[in-house]
Antibody
Framework: QVTLKESGPALVKPTQTLTLTCTLS??????????VSWFRQPPGKALEWLARFDWDDDKVYRPSLQTRLTISKDTSKNQVVLTLTDMDPVDTGTYYCARSGYGIYRFFDLWGRGTLVTVSS | EFVLTQSPGTLSLSPGEEATLSCRAS???????LAWFQHKPGQAPRLLVY???TRATGIPDRFSGSGSGTDFTLTISRLEPEDFALYYCQHYGTSPYTFGQGTKLEIK
């Protein structure tokens, strides 16, 4: 079965660093042409793309958050990891990971259910 | 960065009716890299249509996408009870990928 599943803390304090994990099943981020992205959705707001990790280890970040974001992979665990530093209450929301492809397959065909993160002291 | 504007914000219809959802882009969408998703609370977003008009695998043919340039439409004919949900359009040609604010399709 091909799936993605997000995991991480439900509650973080302001200024802390958030670390989220996207666990892949049925495929690998090292498979040719595979890309995995992270998104988030603050309550009542639109979905927002954050970062992307490609099969060839290329990484792309949302420009406005680039200084706070790091995306990486753990090949042994088949995971894509996102860290977001200096958390603020405005970072509260549901965080999703999703798979896309390359070239004509660049659409996001598979998503996880998301994980809710609340930033509060 | 692309801005996508969806209308209406909420659409109230009855099962069996046809729904027409609109998505307007702030600039022309090259390559027709425009997708539509269905999203229900607590579930993963579900890809319905990509490349503006291609149905994703397993999507019923009552869902159809159309449009080009800056104006795109998702049409759902013969609404089924399970179709009442949130719908988003997304531009995915180049990063940063952007979404519309969504249309809530509710039962009248």
């Amino acid at each position: 079965q091909v799936t993605l599943k997000e995991s991480g803390p439900a509650l973080v304090k302001p200024t802390q660093t958030l670390t989220l994990t996207c666990t892949l099943s049925g495929f690998s981020v090292s498979d040719n042409g595979v890309r995995v992205s992270w998104f988030r959705q603050p309550p009542g707001k639109a979905l927002e793309w954050l970062a992307r990790f490609d099969w060839d280890d290329d990484k792309v970040y949302r420009p406005s958050l680039q200084t706070r974001l790091t995306i990486s992979k753990d090949t042994s665990k088949n995971q894509v990891v996102l860290t977001l530093t200096d958390m603020d209450p405005v970072d509260t929301g549901t965080y999703y990971c999703a798979r896309s492809g390359y070239g004509i397959y660049r659409f996001f065909d598979l998503w996880g259910r998301g994980t809710l993160v609340t930033v509060s002291s | 960065e692309f801005v996508l504007t969806q209308s209406p914000g909420t659409l109230s219809l009855s099962p069996g009716e046809e729904a027409t959802l609109s998505c307007r882009a702030s600039q022309s969408v090259s390559g027709r890299f425009l997708a539509w998703f269905q999203h229900k609370p607590g579930q993963a977003p579900r890809l319905l249509v990509y490349d503006a008009s291609t149905r994703a695998t397993g999507i019923p043919d009552r869902f159809s996408g159309s449009g080009s340039g800056t104006d795109f439409t998702l049409t759902i004919s013969r609404l089924e009870p399970e179709d009442f949900a949130l719908y988003y359009c997304q531009h995915y040609g180049t990063s940063p990928y952007t979404f519309g604010q969504g249309t809530k399709l509710e039962i009248k």
